[in-house]
């Protein structure tokens, strides 16, 4: 099926610093979304973007998260400053349009913040 | 608000063998979508099957199928046939014309030879 990458599969950081996480959605889809998985809680949804904006975002979706796909290169969840508790695994997805269509997901970033 | 539940936390089968995975959802949207996917042992999560809530025929894609019950607000999926590579964790997830999918805990197929 249709690929998402994600880049880096992994990243430590301190406390206090800011983390950029890396999505290359499916070519011709236009919704991104990014997800977050706490181990062994459900996937829960952050965020979805579309035509260079946030179209809608959760409770999770904190002030110090941010998105943009400048130029349609990657998109990217910035995290400034990180806390404890953003430590999870984010994934990244992306859809054809919006509304019903399925959306196929990347293979995560474990993100560890120490 | 939406909400997914997966009561069956594990499942282990024979392979070639049937399996059945349940799931019941909670909405106050007349129109929202099923999605059953999974994720295997590397991580990776892949888009299996769907049904819109609208359509009475319950979807069927390859060995897997399911079985929605309307009235009950409950999507199964339903593996014939199963392989050992089937062995993952599957998840349901719903949404309506909001764009974030709902998920479900997930339930671990074990498929033994």
């Known amino acids: 099926g249709p690929k998402v990458l994600q880049i880096p599969s992994h990243q430590i950081i301190d406390m206090g610093q800011m983390v950029t996480l890396n999505c290359d959605p499916v070519?011709?889809?236009?919704?991104f979304y990014w997800y977050k998985q706490i181990l062994g809680q459900q996937m829960e949804f952050l965020v979805n973007?579309?035509?260079?904006?946030?179209?809608?975002k959760s409770k999770l979706f904190k002030d110090q998260f941010s998105v943009e796909r400048p130029d349609g290169s990657y998109f990217t969840l910035k995290i400034q400053p990180t806390a404890l508790e953003d430590s999870a695994v984010y994934f990244c997805?992306?859809?054809?349009?919006?509304?019903?269509?399925?959306?196929?997901f990347g293979p995560g970033t474990r993100l560890t913040v120490l | 608000a939406q909400k997914v539940t997966q009561t069956q936390t594990s499942i282990s089968v024979m392979e070639k063998t049937t399996v059945t995975m349940d799931c019941v959802y909670e909405?106050?949207?007349?129109?929202?979508?099923l999605f059953w996917y999974k994720q295997t042992a590397s991580g990776e999560i892949v888009f299996l099957i769907r049904?819109?809530?609208?359509?009475?025929e319950n979807a069927t894609v390859g060995h897997y199928s399911l079985n929605f019950q309307k009235p009950k607000s409950s999507i199964g999926l339903i593996i014939t046939a199963t392989q050992i590579e089937d062995s993952a964790v599957y998840f349901c997830?719903?949404?309506?014309?909001?764009?974030?999918?709902?998920f479900g805990l997930g339930t671990r197929v074990s498929v033994f030879p």
């Open positions: 997805a992306s859809s054809l349009t919006g509304g019903a269509y399925e959306q196929y």
């Open positions: 973007f579309y035509n260079g904006k946030v179209m809608e």
């Open positions: 997830a719903m949404k309506d014309y909001a764009q974030g999918l709902t």
């Open positions: 070519s011709n889809h236009l919704y």
């Open positions: 909405t106050q949207d007349s129109s929202y979508f």
């Open positions: 049904q819109d809530s609208y359509k009475k």
